[in-house]
């Protein structure tokens, strides 16, 4: 599916976020979003999910004008979003029964969809019961399954440990690879950008603009961005972070929020 955003604006009452934003994802494209926070990223991601709207321009999808929320386009948070009183494997087959599937099919292919993310044995546990990143693992599982033609993700794996998160990359560059949908990524993450995306649009400060385009095309990566360095320094400064130092960017690229231990039995 491919999104056309023409002249978008967007205000909360005196308060402009977006200004006059204009870009065309095309079908089955990797397009990153990175900026400062507070920058209107989010805001844009959620226009595409149909939960906001423009103040002023226009969101298409496939030519159609984006008015509200539709499971052809799939939105994945930072924060898992599960339901508590529900099994992994009945989150997973929800998306399903959502759409007026057949239960039993919805759980069968919940199951075979939790195998893909690596969950397999784990049907039956609770939210509570597993880590931060097997939870994140569902919330993908459950993305996916219903099979949407864009998948929008909001920080996915930023509140997960420097590990895991790297862990998680894999899996969802792995799932996009084989299912190719279109995919816009909000990440405050320079590396996970470069990692994932085929395409980087680093936005200044409120109210949004884009600074600079970054083609990085369908090329083979691994965690592995030594051959990027260039890029990732020149995003940086564009963020006005200091690279001076290789020191610096370092320490800015793995700092991550602290993790929380695992239980046992736990996995990432």
Known sequence: ??????????????????????????????????????????????????????????????????????????????????????????????????QNRDKTYAREQARKWLGRVKLAGFEDYYPHQVSGGMRQRCALARAFIARPEVLLLDEPFGALDALTRMTLQSVLKDLIEEERPTVVLVTHDVDE????????????????????????????????????????????????IDTDSEETITETLQATPQATPSRQGEIA
């Open 1 to 98: 599916m491919e999104l056309r955003f023409d002249g978008i604006t967007k205000t909360f009452g005196e308060l402009e976020v977006i200004r006059q934003f204009e870009t065309t994802i095309r079908q089955g494209e990797i397009v990153a979003l990175v900026g400062p926070s507070g920058c209107g990223k989010s805001t844009l991601l959620h226009m595409v999910a149909g939960l906001q709207h423009p103040s002023s321009g226009s969101l298409t999808a496939d030519g159609k004008d984006v008015s509200r929320p539709s499971p052809e386009r799939t939105l994945v948070f930072q924060e898992h979003a599960l339901y508590p009183w529900m099994t992994l494997i009945e989150n997973v087959a929800l998306a399903l029964e959502f």
């Open 193 to 240: 950008a470069l990692y994932l995306a085929d395409r980087v649009l680093v936005f200044s400060n409120r109210p949004a603009t884009v600074l600079q385009e970054i083609e990085l095309g369908h090329i083979p990566k691994t965690h592995d961005l030594s051959a990027f360095a260039h890029i990732r320094r020149d995003v940086l400064q564009l963020l006005g």
